[in-house]
């Protein structure tokens, strides 16, 4: 099954590592993959507009199906493979409730981080102001306190067990301590990096470059 699959992804996105994680958590390993390079502008490449005319990863295939839309891939992953891996959407209804809250806040989590660490990226220096900087981490700090407070020290996002919550989440949480964030400040987000790092899914696809160098930087770590 997994031979019939293609991923093109990126070191170190979030979206490209959600894809990998819901891989590995459905005993999906062995499908084809090739790591591309945003520095060198791979993920305009012709290899990739043919999946993906946004240009942008992951780009994922399957057979003649195309979901690169990240949260999609996930989902798409567990509806074809139910019976195959780690169960990832649970049968209580409570706990199915909240694993869905939680896997769209996702995406409010993920938008406020790359609003701040990619400000001056995403804008020109002479348009640069320290008015919207300021507001950009005020803004990501009140996300990741409501975060810290789901969490009450809990390792997983949805109850005891790990499900699609924590495959959308869990790399932007990674992220923000990749990029600063005070361990110190917010345990409960700590102690859930921490023990998820541990994972096997997590570990196995870890990126190569974090691996490389493991120092990050100190973009966070006012906040």
């Given at each position: ?93 409570e706990e199915q409730g909240k ?17 701040v660490i990619y400000y001056n ?34 390792c997983c996002l949805a109850g ?64």
């Amino acid at each position: 099954m997994a031979k019939d699959m293609t991923l093109l992804w990126g070191s170190g996105s979030p979206p490209c590592w959600r894809v990998m994680i819901a891989l590995e958590e459905k005993n999906l390993q062995g499908y084809n993959q090739k790591l591309l390079s945003f520095e060198k502008m791979d993920h305009k490449s012709q290899e990739v507009m043919a999946m993906n005319p946004r240009g942008q990863l992951p780009s994922f295939k399957h057979g003649n199906i195309i979901v690169n839309e990240s949260f999609g891939a996930c989902m798409y992953l567990e509806s074809q493979f139910k019976s195959q891996g780690n169960k990832l959407i649970p049968d209580c209804a409570e706990e199915q409730g909240k694993m869905y809250q939680r896997l769209f806040e996702g995406n409010t989590l993920n938008q406020k981080m790359v609003d701040v660490i990619y400000y001056n990226y995403k804008v020109p220096e002479n348009e640069r102001l320290e008015s919207a900087i300021k507001r950009n981490k005020e803004s990501l700090a009140e996300e990741i306190k409501l975060w810290e407070g789901y969490l009450q020290g809990c390792c997983c996002l949805a109850g005891k067990n790990f499900t699609l919550a924590d495959v959308i989440v869990y790399p932007a949480v990674a992220y923000l301590f990749r990029f600063g964030l005070s361990e110190e400040r917010f345990p409960n987000l700590a102690k859930y990096y921490n023990c998820l790092k541990e994972r096997p899914s997590v570990k196995a696809t870890w990126p190569p470059h974090w691996l490389d160098n493991p120092k990050g930087q100190d973009t966070l770590k006012d906040l």
